[in-house]
């Protein structure tokens, strides 16, 4: 047995470092992705693919960066008040409302990170939550956002002028929008892959270094301020694109998108899925949207759940379900 | 026997298909708040209130079962939405009631003119819902604000009550009940002294008091609701505020909150509540049966035009929004809730509202025992006419 085991031991190591291996996960996910729709009810799948994209922006900034942001609710908010206001009242088609709403959440995210970045841990926790209560509040006030009734009856419109994003195709007896999955699809992806680009990048390397041990990464001669801020900004125009697709897919842009509960649940999505691991977020965010989506006919017990979950968690493991199967794994996922 | 086997399979072939059919449950459902602020007001009451009507109409409807199903939105609208839209598109639900929180409301108002399905609105109060936003499948049912706000006023100013100071909660639902009831005040010849603007859930309301008391108006109107309003009344008997206090949004549960102590002699406008007439009490006691509380106009609501839609589908002979809306619409109702209500072109039902006054601690009879009737508002001066609404659905 052992003469025969160690060729193919050596056969198999050999697989596992071929390049297709490292794209083995991303094939997976997108088969994963493409057959959701026809299983799954699909408005519930595009906002899954929503959250998990503004969890794996928000991890960007505290997984890799070390920043803990309590205030990014206003860009995924903000950036969905944008596009629905783009769409709606200017009559943008979706894909220039979502660019608009991206690079206003960037403009955003410049002002509050300049601010912000100047302080550390607790402190730059409570700056960005007291900006962005003063987005959430300028948002209750301003006519346009429509204060508690929200910004209603945004339209999904022509994608370029010419795909109906509202269209539905008959699959099996169940009407899918399949134009407008494999929009919010790609966006995602799009996201998630700039993501994975900007982990593995020597920024990515550097924004590690800054944060394991800042005062060294200053001594090296990093501009560090800069290094944070480039990743305050990547982290909340990511965010504004999942909050814009957001308010595409369902169609409307609330007060609960620019709440600091909507700060605190993303905190949340990121710790119980796993800080720092890329995969980690994701799985974070389809347990708490699930649960909460899942929950919403059990009453109260929606938030008893959701917090004993997260009791277990900190109690058990404390790395989050991903960071703890990477951690017995002795892999990186 | 050929032929016969031919037509029994033939017969049965034809058959199962409407077997199938008639055994298919007509589904309900109630989307409600179950765990935030408006929990008392609509929530599992209004599950209840619902189950209630699906029994009073025999459990039956065409030779269908009646099937109640319910969700918390959690106040968030995308979330009231979403849910909405999987009960449309993959459960069959015909009709969507309470929908508490006017952004959740709206919403599904909303989806419904678009999935062509009749959602009834009793928890929100937003006069959007039948102006702006109105839609052909769309009812609000138990209030508005508008009512309201127009009842306490109307009543007060007749009482000599004639001029106000407003303590008004800052976002669009404060904006609106203080304007409707402002512009009725300076209507009848009364005088505005004074708005002072709170952000939304202020739990120090001293300053705005202080400037209220020394405005020197004779009344001063709270337009804000819920813990708002509770901390803001809560506190004016603390400072030993002398001016008449009036809220522009309560509920039963508001009063039940504050005690009788704090709130007697208090005045506001109503949809619903058990002490006001030997139909509403007997409603009220069967509902107390099963629940274990008294119900609100909300839950009341529920009820009501639960019966109503039901009634209109045996009426229509089937479940299609359009015939169910025309029946609804022709068919006046008529019943503890209302007399001779009618859902006018822009889904409003109108229907009288009541003026009550909250009981002295020594008048109650019992834990329940809180208000008394002081005027009966007649439905067409109660809500806003027809003919000042915005709603592109009435022809002008």
């Given at each position: 047995?052992?003469?025969?085991?160690?060729?193919?031991?050596?056969?198999?190591?050999?697989?596992?470092?071929?390049?297709?291996?490292?794209?083995?996960?991303?094939?997976?996910?997108?088969?994963?992705?493409?057959?959701?729709?026809?299983?799954?009810?699909?408005?519930?799948?595009?906002?899954?693919?929503?959250?998990?994209?503004?969890?794996?922006?928000?991890?960007?900034?505290?997984?890799?960066?070390?920043?803990?942001?309590?205030?990014?609710?206003?860009?995924?908010?903000?950036?969905?008040y944008l596009c629905g206001h783009a769409l709606k009242v200017w009559g943008l088609t979706p894909e220039l409302g979502i660019v608009l709403a991206t690079?206003?959440?960037?403009?955003?995210g410049v002002l509050i990170g300049m601010v912000a970045i100047r302080r550390q841990g607790i402190y730059f926790a409570m700056v960005t939550l007291?900006?962005?209560?003063?987005?959430?509040?300028?948002?209750?006030?301003?006519?346009?956002?429509?204060?508690?009734?929200?910004?209603?009856?945004?339209?999904?419109?022509?994608?370029?002028?010419?795909?109906?994003?509202?269209?539905?195709?008959?699959?099996?007896?169940?009407?899918?929008?399949?134009?407008?999955?494999?929009?919010?699809?790609?966006?995602?992806?799009?996201?998630?892959?700039?993501?994975?680009?900007?982990?593995?990048?020597?920024?990515?390397?550097?924004?590690?270094?800054?944060?394991?041990?800042?005062?060294?990464?200053?001594?090296?001669?990093?501009?560090?301020?800069?290094?944070?801020?480039?990743?305050?900004?990547?982290?909340?125009?990511?965010?504004?694109?999942?909050?814009?697709?957001?308010?595409?897919?369902?169609?409307?842009?609330?007060?609960?998108?620019?709440?600091?509960?909507?700060?605190?649940?993303?905190?949340?999505?990121?710790?119980?899925?796993?800080?720092?691991?890329?995969?980690?977020?994701?799985?974070?965010?389809?347990?708490?949207?699930?649960?909460?989506?899942?929950?919403?006919?059990?009453?109260?017990?929606?938030?008893?759940?959701?917090?004993?979950?997260?009791?277990?968690?900190?109690?058990?493991?404390?790395?989050?379900?991903?960071?703890?199967?990477?951690?017995?794994?002795?892999?990186?996922? | 026997?050929?032929?016969?086997?031919?037509?029994?399979?033939?017969?049965?072939?034809?058959?199962?298909?409407?077997?199938?059919?008639?055994?298919?449950?007509?589904?309900?459902?109630?989307?409600?708040?179950?765990?935030?602020?408006?929990?008392?007001?609509?929530?599992?009451?209004?599950?209840?209130?619902?189950?209630?009507?699906?029994?009073?109409?025999?459990?039956?409807?065409?030779?269908?079962?009646?099937?109640?199903?319910?969700?918390?939105?959690?106040?968030?609208?995308?979330?009231?939405?979403?849910?909405?839209?999987?009960?449309?598109?993959?459960?069959?639900?015909?009709?969507?009631?309470?929908?508490?929180?006017?952004?959740?409301?709206?919403?599904?108002?909303?989806?419904?003119?678009?999935?062509?399905?009749?959602?009834?609105?009793?928890?929100?109060?937003?006069?959007?819902?039948?102006?702006?936003?109105?839609?052909?499948?769309?009812?609000?049912?138990?209030?508005?604000?508008?009512?309201?706000?127009?009842?306490?006023?109307?009543?007060?100013?007749?009482?000599?009550?004639?001029?106000?100071?407003?303590?008004?909660?800052?976002?669009?639902?404060?904006?609106?009940?203080?304007?409707?009831?402002?512009?009725?005040?300076?209507?009848?010849?009364?005088?505005?002294?004074?708005?002072?603007?709170?952000?939304?859930?202020?739990?120090?309301?001293?300053?705005?008091?202080?400037?209220?008391?020394?405005?020197?108006?004779?009344?001063?109107?709270?337009?804000?609701?819920?813990?708002?309003?509770?901390?803001?009344?809560?506190?004016?008997?603390?400072?030993?505020?002398?001016?008449?206090?009036?809220?522009?949004?309560?509920?039963?549960?508001?009063?039940?909150?504050?005690?009788?102590?704090?709130?007697?002699?208090?005045?506001?406008?109503?949809?619903?509540?058990?002490?006001?007439?030997?139909?509403?009490?007997?409603?009220?006691?069967?509902?107390?049966?099963?629940?274990?509380?008294?119900?609100?106009?909300?839950?009341?609501?529920?009820?009501?035009?639960?019966?109503?839609?039901?009634?209109?589908?045996?009426?229509?002979?089937?479940?299609?929004?359009?015939?169910?809306?025309?029946?609804?619409?022709?068919?006046?109702?008529?019943?503890?809730?209302?007399?001779?209500?009618?859902?006018?072109?822009?889904?409003?039902?109108?229907?009288?509202?009541?003026?009550?006054?909250?009981?002295?601690?020594?008048?109650?009879?019992?834990?329940?025992?809180?208000?008394?009737?002081?005027?009966?508002?007649?439905?067409?001066?109660?809500?806003?006419?027809?003919?000042?609404?915005?709603?592109?659905?009435?022809?002008?």
């Amino acid at each position: 047995m052992e003469t025969l085991a160690s060729p193919s031991a050596s056969r198999l190591e050999k697989r596992v470092n071929h390049p297709f291996v490292s794209y083995l996960p991303w094939l997976v996910a997108a088969v994963v992705c493409l057959a959701a729709p026809f299983l799954i009810y699909p408005v519930f799948v595009m906002e899954l693919l929503c959250f998990a994209l503004f969890a794996a922006a928000f991890n960007l900034l505290l997984g890799f960066g070390g920043l803990l942001s309590f205030g990014h609710a206003c860009f995924f908010g903000g950036a969905a008040y944008l596009c629905g206001h783009a769409l709606k009242v200017w009559g943008l088609t979706p894909e220039l409302g979502i660019v608009l709403a991206t690079l206003g959440a960037g403009v955003l995210g410049v002002l509050i990170g300049m601010v912000a970045i100047r302080r550390q841990g607790i402190y730059f926790a409570m700056v960005t939550l007291a900006l962005a209560q003063i987005v959430f509040f300028s948002c209750l006030q301003l006519p346009q956002t429509g204060g508690e009734d929200g910004l209603q009856g945004i339209p999904r419109g022509m994608l370029f002028g010419f795909i109906d994003l509202s269209a539905e195709v008959m699959v099996a007896g169940s009407k899918i929008p399949l134009a407008m999955y494999l929009f919010v699809l790609t966006l995602c992806f799009g996201g998630y892959w700039l993501i994975w680009r900007t982990v593995h990048s020597p920024f990515g390397v550097v924004l590690k270094a800054i944060r394991e041990n800042e005062p060294r990464a200053i001594s090296l001669g990093y501009r560090v301020d800069a290094y944070k801020l480039t990743a305050f900004v990547l982290s909340a125009m990511l965010s504004g694109l999942a909050g814009a697709t957001k308010a595409l897919v369902v169609g409307l842009a609330s007060l609960t998108d620019v709440s600091w509960h909507m700060s605190g649940e993303v905190v949340l999505m990121t710790l119980l899925g796993g800080m720092g691991t890329l995969l980690g977020p994701v799985v974070g965010a389809v347990t708490v949207v699930s649960l909460h989506h899942e929950l919403s006919a059990l009453g109260s017990w929606v938030t008893v759940t959701i917090g004993v979950i997260f009791v277990v968690c900190v109690m058990a493991f404390r790395r989050g379900i991903v960071g703890e199967i990477a951690y017995r794994m002795k892999r990186s996922f | 026997m050929q032929a016969r086997i031919k037509t029994l399979v033939v017969a049965t072939v034809v058959a199962l298909p409407l077997a199938a059919q008639a055994a298919e449950p007509l589904k309900i459902g109630i989307l409600t708040d179950m765990s935030g602020v408006y929990a008392g007001v609509g929530g599992k009451g209004s599950v209840i209130a619902a189950e209630l009507a699906a029994a009073d109409a025999g459990g039956k409807v065409l030779g269908r079962p009646i099937q109640i199903v319910a969700a918390d939105h959690q106040n968030k609208a995308d979330i009231g939405v979403s849910k909405a839209r999987e009960w449309f598109d993959t459960q069959g639900v015909a009709m969507i009631n309470d929908l508490t929180n006017s952004g959740v409301g709206i919403a599904v108002q909303r989806l419904g003119t678009e999935k062509k399905r009749i959602t009834i609105n009793n928890g929100a109060g937003s006069t959007a819902l039948t102006n702006k936003e109105c839609g052909p499948y769309g009812v609000h049912y138990a209030y508005d604000t508008y009512a309201l706000a127009k009842g306490t006023a109307t009543a007060l100013m007749k009482q000599g009550l004639n001029s106000w100071f407003f303590l008004q909660a800052d976002y669009a639902f404060g904006q609106s009940l203080q304007n409707d009831a402002a512009a009725i005040v300076s209507g009848m010849g009364g005088k505005v002294l004074g708005t002072v603007k709170h952000p939304l859930a202020t739990t120090d309301f001293s300053s705005y008091l202080l400037q209220a008391q020394s405005s020197g108006a004779k009344v001063v109107g709270l337009a804000n609701a819920g813990g708002d309003f509770v901390n803001g009344v809560k506190q004016a008997k603390e400072f030993g505020l002398k001016q008449t206090l009036v809220g522009l949004l309560v509920f039963d549960s508001d009063i039940k909150a504050l005690g009788l102590n704090t709130a007697q002699g208090m005045k506001f406008t109503t949809a619903y509540s058990w002490e006001l007439t030997p139909e509403m009490e007997a409603f009220g006691k069967r509902f107390f049966a099963k629940a274990g509380f008294m119900p609100t106009m909300t839950q009341a609501g529920v009820y009501s035009s639960t019966m109503h839609y039901l009634n209109a589908v045996k009426a229509a002979g089937s479940d299609d929004a359009d015939a169910v809306m025309k029946k609804m619409r022709s068919t006046p109702i008529n019943d503890f809730f209302a007399k001779k209500g009618v859902i006018r072109a822009d889904g409003r039902m109108v229907h009288d509202m009541y003026l009550v006054e909250v009981l002295k601690p020594s008048e109650s009879k019992g834990p329940w025992d809180q208000l008394r009737l002081v005027a009966t508002i007649p439905g067409d001066v109660a809500f806003k006419p027809l003919s000042a609404s915005e709603c592109s659905l009435v022809k002008k």
